[in-house]
């Protein structure tokens, strides 16, 4: 038997681009003479189509997605993910469900039971969990179907679920398990995934066919990854990250487990490429192609920039630098060596013009203060509705350069470095954008050195450093960290061995900025804790700040 | 047996300010005879904690909270919602209980077991249901307790849930109910709450004591109207909205019910209400007392003007008119106008100056092209700009004056006039915006009747009028209406005779705008489905767009 796994970028709400590019790939695995071919969770319609899910206009399309499926079903069988109506009045209105489609009917469905309701996942919102467990068979053989999440909660060892759909399966002894999934990306994922479906084998001695969803869906990130495992626990197959393909597997060959190729990973290698499937889908998907990115001559803008590069292509990457009075000449400099190494078009716009006419016009309101945030934000906000400007005019979408750090402390003027449309490096520490930086640099000097190397700086008054009012980036990162990626608290982390009032005083700074974060473009998710939809915090509080 | 009803405003995670408040009010129910004092839902934390929920050290204060709580409970018995830990692997970790508190000790415990996992509601993400349901009993009584939603699947007929813990409670003949809440205000809500006492008053044959939190979290308000049912159906007492209180009621009295008292009800007074509840809770919660309104002439900016000088005293409001050339005379008169009428201090900055300056700095980039959006935005983003300074100098909040016809249709510039800490009118249609202005001016003109009589305008190129770009408002609001919040899709919509064309361009401005809508400040709920965290939709998707 030969089985096709076909990880695919859909476009949420696009049925009719969904199902010609699905009968696209059925015909590519009929014509390789694939018996069964498997697509990802709720393909037709992409994944998460989120409220979209709650209009039974959107419902009525996906279930004719599954009619042009039947009709392209001869000789071929086909599993694809797509949301299903629960026929009983109680409980949710829909199923996520796995069909089964062969012959030119639907052989079976199998809803998904596990249904994550936590960080950027709300599957709970939508859908009833499926409480019934069946094989099918197909060609002799039993097969267990099941959707992402239904393989995670191996031997009910999860805390989060109570039942194991593969413990019911196993009791009919299927030949194979197929899972449809749309997982998403964030760095160490595809090894957890890995691990977990090892530990399903390991379980159940039975190979796994694991299809799972590429591209991104505006902030996540789908990586794709999708994995074939055989009976022994080799990895038979790990397919490539952050691209579409499809690709052919015998049951035999799986079977016997003789050969093992996976996937080679690194973490920064990972972020770096996941952010560029970020990009490229966020311009493609909206139907954008031009990019417009302040650069100051920092890390950030020039990490964001060198990554658009590589994403959109240089010709499409417009650099603008907006000196101030306060701006170093090397900035300049630095940030002209980098459009030059990058190959992309930049212009010069000052700032100073405007930013004197806004303290002309304010003079009278302003008179007896001292210089402070305000003016310093108006040449941020300067900036931004210059960006803004060339963005409106042109066409451009524009790429916000704030990293992580910076989100979480609340370094950062809203409106002004905070605008744009896409966040490139909101879900990226610091020091990792360091690291990005040296990868990105890894063949040539693209990046120049000096901006990696100098002290980060604003350069919103005279001789002003990050680290005037912020702790160092090692330290700061690191209790970060394990605020938000690891959700400790600050016992837990003072316990740690971190000065108890530098820790204090950064998770204030984090949870009285969420108002910041709440106004900001969305962040492409490339850690396990993003900020965004996957953290969800009340502005108005009174918790540790 | 007397019972009290404290309806109070909690502010999230303040452990500490919560408690020493519900301990101030069982002062007072003690000094009043009060054998029971019914707090609200996780009042200990406030609701919604959100993602709080998900730190042990969050957890750790709430658990300690009810150690204070103890040590009051002598002589009276203290109802109180708090999280609690399921002690179970499986399953969340939390349950949303409510505390029955007497003695010194903790008498009862009873989980939530409906947990509203749609709309702004996002229980299922951190508590487990419950599953067991007992009657407490105190001074020969015996209560049955539930929390918010418990009580709204009526006989098992809301197609959410498969279970009604009153059918089971109701076995064990219940002597009363008791209903902690965390129900949010909308328009209609009260009469809706009112209709699901009643029907559960007419099943059961009980007199239920339902107390609400009342107040303001960012952006979903409270609004309190904690009501006591006799058991013919009677509303014994309906307490009033938005409004901290405590009331007391003889339990022989509320089971004779021979009284009526209910709040008075109209649409507009409520959202008036309603939104200076909000504006004064996001201010007084983040420790703020003034606020800095754009004012063009225009009726959104007036009623805002009007609402905030309401709730923050027109002391504390601040007016800035920002004239353009394409200013008419009458705007300048109109806002000034306004300003006089309301009491609030005004100052005049025109914007001239500064978009010529950013008009030269853009020349050579913008050479050969036409006056469009870029430059219209450009005005829009210098107010915001000016706005911004003055609030970062003197700290004021800016309030946001953009209406949800426009939200809803992307008329607005990001980083311009959708700049702002807080969307006061962003959940009110234009046409509702019609109805509030009116309703401010029921005594006096405050809001000058040019501002309510003339065409709409942006005034961002000459003679604007927002009807050359927009639909007629009452029409847009209309089908926005059936979109939003009746959640119906295009063909439905046509279905009802609108124009096939207009619902199709008005649907797709709405969907190709999520972009917007994400950057923008928190909209104060006064519908039932407000643009924000309880209507999630993707910002890039290709579905009716």
Same mark, same amino acid.
């Given at each position: 038997?030969? +089985?096709?796994?076909?990880?695919?970028?859909?476009?949420?709400?696009?049925?009719?681009?969904?199902?010609?590019?699905?009968?696209?790939?059925?015909?590519?695995?009929?014509?390789?003479?694939?018996?069964?071919?498997?697509?990802?969770?709720l393909?037709?319609? =992409?994944?998460?189509p989120?409220?979209?899910?709650?209009?039974?206009?959107?419902?009525?399309?996906?279930?004719?997605?599954?009619?042009?499926?039947?009709?392209?079903?001869?000789?071929?069988?086909?599993?694809?993910?797509?949301?299903s109506?629960?026929p009983?009045?109680?409980?949710?209105?829909?199923?996520?469900?796995?069909?089964?489609?062969?012959?030119?009917?639907?052989?079976h469905?199998?809803?998904?039971?596990l249904?994550?309701?936590?960080?950027?996942?709300?599957?709970?919102?939508?859908?009833?969990?499926?409480?019934?467990?069946?094989?099918?068979?197909?060609?002799g053989?039993?097969?267990?179907?099941?959707?992402?999440?239904?393989?995670?909660?191996?031997?009910?060892?999860?805390?989060?679920y109570?039942?194991?759909?593969?413990?019911?399966?196993?009791?009919?002894?299927p030949?194979?398990?197929?899972?449809?999934?749309?997982?998403?990306?964030?760095?160490?994922?595809?090894?957890?995934?890995?691990?977990?479906?090892?530990?399903?084998?390991?379980?159940?001695?039975k190979?796994?066919?694991?299809s799972?969803?590429?591209?991104?869906?505006t902030?996540?990130?789908?990586?794709?990854?999708?994995?074939v495992?055989?009976?022994?626990?080799?990895?038979?197959?790990?397919?490539?990250?952050?691209?579409?393909?499809?690709?052919?597997?015998?049951?035999?060959?799986?079977?016997? =487990?003789?050969?093992?190729?996976?996937?080679?990973?690194?973490?920064i290698?990972?972020?770096?490429?996941?952010?560029?499937?970020?990009?490229?889908?966020?311009?493609?998907?909206?139907?954008?192609?031009?990019?417009?990115?302040?650069?100051?001559?920092?890390?950030?803008?020039?990490?964001?920039?060198?990554?658009?590069?590589?994403?959109?292509?240089?010709?499409?990457?417009?650099?603008?630098?907006?000196?101030?009075?306060?701006?170093?000449?090397?900035?300049?400099?630095d940030?002209?060596?980098?459009s030059e190494?990058?190959?992309?078009?930049?212009?010069?716009?000052?700032?100073k013009?405007?930013?004197?006419?806004?303290?002309?016009?304010?003079?009278?309101?302003?008179?007896?203060?001292?210089?402070?945030?305000?003016?310093?934000?108006?040449?941020?906000?300067?900036?931004?509705?210059?960006?803004?400007?060339?963005?409106?005019?042109?066409?451009?979408?524009?790429?916000?350069?704030?990293?992580?750090?910076?989100?979480?402390?609340?370094y950062?003027?809203?409106?002004?470095?905070?605008?744009?449309?896409?966040?490139?490096?909101?879900?990226?520490?610091?020091?990792?954008?360091?690291?990005?930086?040296?990868?990105?640099?890894?063949?040539?000097?693209?990046?120049? +050195?000096?901006?990696?190397?100098?002290?980060?700086?604003?350069?919103?008054?005279?001789?002003?450093?990050?680290?005037?009012?912020?702790?160092?980036?090692?330290d700061?990162?690191?209790?970060?960290?394990?605020?938000?990626?690891?959700?400790?608290?600050?016992?837990e982390? +003072?316990?740690?061995?971190?000065?108890?009032q530098?820790?204090?005083?950064?998770?204030?700074?984090?949870?009285?900025?969420?108002?910041?974060?709440?106004?900001?473009?969305?962040?492409?998710?490339?850690s396990?804790?993003?900020?965004?939809?996957?953290?969800?915090?009340?502005?108005?509080?009174k918790?540790?700040?």
């Amino acid at each position: 038997m030969k +089985i096709a796994i076909a990880q695919l970028n859909y476009l949420i709400g696009d049925f009719e681009g969904n199902v010609n590019k699905i009968l696209q790939y059925v015909e590519k695995a009929k014509s390789e003479h694939a018996d069964i071919v498997c697509f990802g969770e709720l393909a037709t319609c =992409g994944y998460p189509p989120r409220d979209f899910l709650e209009f039974s206009h959107f419902i009525k399309n996906a279930n004719e997605s599954i009619e042009r499926l039947k009709a392209a079903s001869e000789g071929i069988a086909i599993v694809v993910g797509n949301p299903s109506v629960n026929p009983v009045v109680e409980g949710k209105d829909l199923y996520n469900s796995a069909y089964f489609i062969a012959d030119g009917a639907v052989q079976h469905i199998q809803h998904k039971a596990l249904l994550p309701t936590y960080d950027i996942f709300d599957e709970y919102r939508y859908f009833e969990p499926a409480h019934d467990f069946e094989l099918l068979e197909y060609k002799g053989k039993k097969i267990a179907l099941t959707i992402c999440e239904d393989i995670w909660n191996i031997g009910n060892e999860n805390p989060l679920y109570k039942i194991c759909p593969l413990d019911i399966h196993i009791k009919n002894d299927p030949d194979f398990i197929i899972n449809i999934s749309a997982s998403p990306f964030s760095y160490h994922h595809a090894e957890a995934r890995l691990e977990v479906l090892k530990a399903n084998v390991d379980r159940y001695k039975k190979p796994i066919f694991y299809s799972n969803n590429v591209g991104a869906q505006t902030e996540v990130i789908f990586d794709g990854g999708s994995v074939v495992m055989s009976p022994n626990g080799l990895i038979h197959r790990e397919m490539p990250y952050f691209k579409e393909c499809i690709e052919y597997f015998d049951l035999d060959e799986v079977m016997n =487990g003789a050969t093992e190729n996976a996937q080679p990973k690194d973490d920064i290698m990972e972020i770096h490429d996941g952010i560029i499937c970020g990009i490229q889908d966020y311009f493609g998907k909206l139907g954008f192609t031009k990019a417009i990115i302040g650069l100051s001559g920092g890390i950030d803008s020039a990490v964001t920039a060198a990554l658009a590069a590589r994403a959109l292509g240089p010709e499409n990457v417009w650099g603008i630098l907006m000196p101030s009075q306060y701006s170093s000449d090397h900035s300049v400099e630095d940030a002209r060596d980098l459009s030059e190494n990058l190959g992309i078009k930049h212009d010069i716009i000052p700032i100073k013009g405007i930013y004197d006419e806004f303290l002309k016009e304010l003079t009278v309101h302003f008179k007896g203060t001292t210089f402070n945030v305000a003016e310093e934000n108006i040449q941020a906000r300067t900036r931004g509705t210059l960006l803004m400007a060339l963005s409106n005019k042109f066409g451009h979408i524009l790429l916000n350069t704030t990293n992580k750090s910076e989100m979480a402390v609340g370094y950062g003027t809203l409106y002004g470095d905070l605008a744009g449309g896409l966040s490139v490096l909101g879900d990226v520490y610091k020091t990792q954008v360091f690291d990005l930086a040296r990868y990105i640099n890894k063949d040539t000097e693209l990046i120049p +050195i000096n901006s990696i190397e100098k002290p980060p700086s604003a350069e919103l008054r005279p001789n002003q450093k990050d680290s005037d009012s912020l702790p160092d980036y090692a330290d700061l990162d690191k209790i970060l960290l394990e605020y938000i990626e690891n959700r400790k608290g600050p016992t837990e982390i +003072i316990d740690m061995g971190y000065d108890a009032q530098l820790v204090r005083r950064i998770l204030r700074l984090v949870n009285i900025n969420e108002f910041k974060r709440y106004q900001t473009a969305p962040a492409l998710r490339v850690s396990s804790k993003a900020f965004g939809v996957g953290r969800r915090m009340p502005i108005v509080g009174k918790y540790l700040s």
